[in-house]
């Protein structure tokens, strides 16, 4: 999710000296919500405004659950079933889902996922059965289809704004560096967020364009439905009560970053990453670029998949009030922002995979580990402690990136037992043969979590898989290398 970048080095300086990061690490905050329950490969969370305090999960297979906003549930139901449908793997799937501002009164709901044959992004519309917690699986009306070259980088977030409208956002179209340079191409959606209006049909379509959309009636062969451009993978984004558009974009090869979404604007990718030139690499022109408002790098301190959430409105946890509240997918840290003071605040550090945020109908906070399946809320007092400290149990998680070429990323992590306190730890690298082609771990390790960096500039194009063994225990993951 990389973006525009900054001037010189004097602007970077300035900068520096104006975004300012405490270390103290704050309270927790985080507590586990809804016990009873988890979900495979949790990827959205949302709640209709529609009086009756429920909560949906939207799994990346595809498939959607509903239950009662209430700690104590033992079962969720099953509202929507699309596996059939959904290219699922990697970063593609169901994506995404958005309730219509009205959908109360006319059960209109809305998904963003990935199909196949062509590979293609899908933006529909169902409607809700009698039964309010059951999907007409049959009411699908397509109203987009934009095709995607890669696998990966598909963007996914579909959210209705204040003003009524669909803002859906498009990665680049995956690969890596954007190599079609699709983020500055007015002419398709790819690399976008774009802004429908769903309620007006318009030239044969089942949406119209708003009025103020930056390059409405252009005679540029522009695409209309545009609404800011120049982004590498926004995977998720949010609008706090003043209307302000967060939007987290994920990094190529050393930045992440958020910026703050205005209609026109152009964030600069792949021009820029971060604060930072990309293509070139040196003296790139940002002339009309939009700059981040914050970055961090690819370290364990920072992160390396930037994780989008919302603005803190709840009100009842003073220290976060008022501020944005995110996190990286694979080292697990949380942040918060202050737009005022320009100031960022690490929270805490969770043992896990933040694939997402939510917010119910009071704006209570929630975020979903992709690697357990469990929910997780932000709370005045921490009353279901979580072991924060130590993972609880061997994990080897899905290298990033993935395809990847020439390095990739790979986190596993070694819990404390009664009887072992030290480790003796493989991670090795095997080809499609089974071949042994590196090794990368072979060594006494303390518990806790660890990354590290597979180097593939020597091997050609293909399937590998790496195997992480202590023991009797192993677990073996596939990745892609590609040219």
């Known amino acids: 999710m990389p973006k525009s970048i900054y001037s010189a080095i004097l602007f970077i300086s300035i ?7 405490k270390t103290t690490i704050a309270q927790s905050y985080i507590s586990r919500a809804f016990p009873n329950l988890t979900f495979e490969n949790p990827v959205d969370i949302q709640s209709p405004n ?6 949906f999960i939207v799994l990346q297979k595809g498939k959607i659950f509903v239950f009662p906003n209430d700690d104590e549930i033992k079962s969720a139901n099953l509202f929507l079933d699309i596996e059939q449908k959904v290219l699922f793997g990697g970063e593609q799937g169901l994506l995404g889902l958005a309730f219509h501002p009205n959908y109360k009164t006319n059960g209109k709901f809305f998904v963003n996922y990935v199909a196949e044959n062509p590979r293609r992004t899908i933006i529909s519309k169902f409607t809700v059965s009698d039964d309010p917690n059951v999907a007409n699986s049959k009411s699908e009306e397509i109203l987009l289809e934009v095709e995607q070259p890669y696998s990966n980088h598909n963007g996914g977030q579909i959210v209705f704004g204040l003003d009524g409208y669909l803002y859906i956002s498009f990665g680049d179209g995956g690969s ?13 959606l790819l690399g976008k967020i774009i802004r429908i209006d769903i309620d007006k049909n318009e030239n044969g379509k089942l949406y119209s364009i708003p009025i103020d959309n930056p390059f409405k009636g252009n005679s540029n062969n522009y ?15 949010s609008f706090d009560s003043k209307n302000n ?5 994920v990094g190529q090869n050393a930045w992440e970053e958020v910026n703050l979404i205005e209609n026109g604007g152009n964030y600069g990718w792949r021009i820029m990453e971060g604060f930072h030139c990309y293509n070139p690499s040196e003296n790139c022109d940002r002339t009309g670029l939009k700059l981040p408002i914050l970055e961090y790098a690819h370290t364990q301190t920072g992160g390396y998949s930037i994780t989008g959430g919302y603005v803190y409105e709840k009100n009842n946890i003073p220290e976060l009030n008022e501020k944005y509240i995110y996190a990286d997918f694979v080292t697990g840290n949380i942040w918060s922002y202050d737009l005022e003071n320009s100031e960022k605040l690490f929270i805490t550090k969770f043992n896990g995979q933040i694939s997402t945020f939510g917010i119910d109908n009071e704006k209570n906070l929630f975020f979903a ?7 997780y809320k932000f709370v005045a007092e921490n009353i279901n402690a979580i072991d924060l400290e130590l993972p609880a ?4 998680a899905q290298n990033y990136p993935n395809p990847f070429n020439p390095t990739t990323k790979i986190n596993y992590s ?3 037992t009664e009887t072992i306190h030290k480790n003796f730890i493989q991670l090795k690298i095997y080809d499609s043969l089974g071949q042994e082609v590196s090794t990368l771990v072979n060594e006494i390790k303390d518990p806790g979590n660890y990354e590290t960096t597979f180097n593939a500039s020597s091997l050609v194009a293909g399937i590998y898989f790496y195997k992480l063994t202590f023991g009797k225990f192993s677990k073996t993951m596939k990745m892609l290398l590609l040219n």
């Open 15 to 21: 900068f520096n000296l104006s975004c300012k990061e």
């Open 50 to 55: 529609d009086d009756t305090d429920r909560m």
């Open 176 to 188: 890596g560096g954007d190599p079609e340079n699709r983020a500055q191409n007015l002419t398709e």
């Open 223 to 237: 695409r209309e439905e545009i609404y800011a451009y120049g982004l590498r993978n926004v995977w998720r984004f």
């Open 245 to 249: 558009l967060w939007a987290a974009d």
């Open 369 to 375: 580990d992709y690697q357990s399946g469990g929910i």
């Open 393 to 396: 149990k061997f994990e080897l």
């Open 414 to 416: 070694i819990p404390k």
